[in-house]
């Protein structure tokens, strides 16, 4: 039983009744089956599969980096590269009372605004709330913002932000990772910190990432 | 136009010098439409095909999204220099029934629940037609919505069958059929499977053929979708080799 290998769809990963299908498979018969390609991952009994593509799928708490869509008379539509448009109703945008009969929704957040934002809820029917209230939610006014895929997110973040934290140290940028594929960097090095992020996506499959981009960082840092 | 030629098959060789077994020289390129969430050409002789998946994303208008389930929609179409003779663009009958088929082929393997009210969009294009073309699209299709991560039950593979005459008009039963084959030929036959789950996707005929000559072919056929099958599986795997 090799562990961490790359699965298409409908290969088979496992037989047995004893484990238990995960994200990214199915059952079919006493087959364990992959559903997406990506890298299959064994852990006890739990059987999953890591995508290496597709979309960003809403998840409750998720921090996420929209962008504001449309203006409503009392909430706003963001796009949060999902398949599925998030609202933000007007008691989440602001910590302050917003009226909207003497308030113009506008100026708090206009059309095109990148909003650092949180998952608030999503229904079954993959209607999807979100807030801009909370420790370190609020709108973005500067700085570059990345689009990558949503599938290499967690290996930006690191186990424990372990990777992204070595970034912002080693570039001195502020980076905001969204679940969502949306990051964004301001300050510091910008370019080094961009070139990094794109060279953790495209080898974003491989192990012991976090030490080969740290010798990369040093490397560059001698190379100034 | 050419003129029916005397004979498709001779000497136990084809026109082009195949067995009736062979399929013709296969190449699969991954990743050719970067707009795309995913996409693939794939390439069986003359044959050319191009395939682009975009979604599950926003559906629009919104009265046609399904509630509980994304709708897959499939678009087959072929250039007008994808053939000797210009062809008039745009989709016509056939296009439309070529499109129908395959989105039905494929709704049958994704798992299209786990997207309620999006849609699936599914670009087939022909840049070159030697035969065989909706094969050849559903194949590449099959890769571009694996490499668009769009979760399966299995992947599909087509390859075509069909009869060719000999020099004494008699009938054999051949595999991967091209132009002059395709198109002066007794019969050919559209099959696809996903070999996962064992199922018939697609399946046309045209032209007449016996039991005994269809369950030959489709035997053949079955044969050249492993190999296919497998040459698909590599090309999604070596996607993630090379930037090693």
New interface residues.
């Given amino acids: 039983m090799e562990n961490r290998k790359?699965v298409?769809?409908?290969?088979?990963i496992i037989e047995g009744m004893d484990y238990l299908p995960g994200d990214?498979t199915?059952r079919?018969g006493s087959e364990i089956?992959a559903?997406?390609?990506?890298l299959s991952d064994i852990r006890d009994r739990l059987v999953k599969v890591i995508?290496?593509?597709?979309?960003y799928m809403p998840k409750r708490d998720d921090p996420v980096i929209g962008v504001i869509k449309e203006v409503r008379y009392n909430n706003w539509s963001v796009n949060i590269n999902s398949?599925?448009?998030a609202t933000m109703m007007l008691g989440d945008a602001s910590e302050r009372f917003l009226d909207p009969r003497k308030d113009k929704l506008g100026k708090v957040f206009a059309i095109g605004d990148v909003v650092i934002c949180k998952i608030k809820n999503v229904e079954e029917?993959?209607s999807v709330l979100v807030t801009a209230r909370g420790p370190g939610l609020r709108k973005i006014t500067e700085g570059k913002l990345l689009d990558v895929e949503p599938?290499r997110i967690p290996r930006i973040i690191g186990k424990n932000a372990s990777m992204v934290k070595m970034i912002k140290e080693k570039t001195g940028s502020r980076i905001f990772v969204g679940q969502n594929g949306k990051i964004s960097i301001s300050g510091g090095n910008v370019e080094l910190a961009e070139k990094v992020i794109r060279k953790i996506e495209?080898?974003a499959?491989?192990s012991g990432l976090t030490d080969s981009i740290k010798e990369y960082l040093e490397g560059e840092e001698d190379g100034n | 136009m050419e003129t029916k030629p005397k004979y498709l098959y001779k000497n136990s060789k084809r026109l082009d010098g195949r067995n009736l077994d062979d399929y013709r020289k296969m190449k699969i390129k991954m990743d050719v439409v970067p707009n795309a969430q995913g996409s693939a050409e794939v390439i069986f002789g003359k044959t050319k095909v191009t395939a682009a998946v975009h979604g599950p994303r926003v559906m629009h208008p919104r009265r046609l999204a399904l509630p509980d389930k994304a709708l897959l929609r499939a678009k087959y179409d072929m250039f007008s220099f994808s053939v000797e003779d210009r062809k008039r663009p745009g989709p016509g009958r056939r296009e439309i029934e070529i499109s129908k088929v395959t989105a039905e082929a494929f709704r049958s393997v994704v798992f299209l629940e786990k997207f309620p009210r999006t849609v699936i969009d599914l670009f087939v294009s022909v840049t070159q037609a030697d035969a065989s073309t909706r094969i050849t699209g559903i194949n590449a299709a099959s890769l571009a919505l694996a490499a668009a991560g769009i979760p399966m039950r299995s992947l599909v593979v087509g390859v075509t069958f069909g009869k060719i005459y000999d020099e004494k008009g008699v009938g054999h039963v051949a595999i991967d059929v091209d132009k002059p084959e395709d198109q002066w030929g007794m019969a050919d036959v559209a099959y696809a499977r996903a070999p996962a789950t064992g199922d018939v996707v697609l399946l046309q005929m045209d032209g007449d053929m016996t039991k005994e000559e269809f369950d030959k072919g489709k035997k053949m056929a079955d044969k050249a979708i492993d190999v296919v099958y497998k040459a698909q599986i590599k090309a999604l795997k070596d996607k993630f080799e090379v930037s090693k």
């Fill in positions: 790359i298409t769809p409908g290969e088979s990214g199915h079919s089956r559903s997406v390609l990506g995508p290496l593509s597709g979309v398949p599925y448009e029917n993959m599938s495209a080898n499959h491989l």
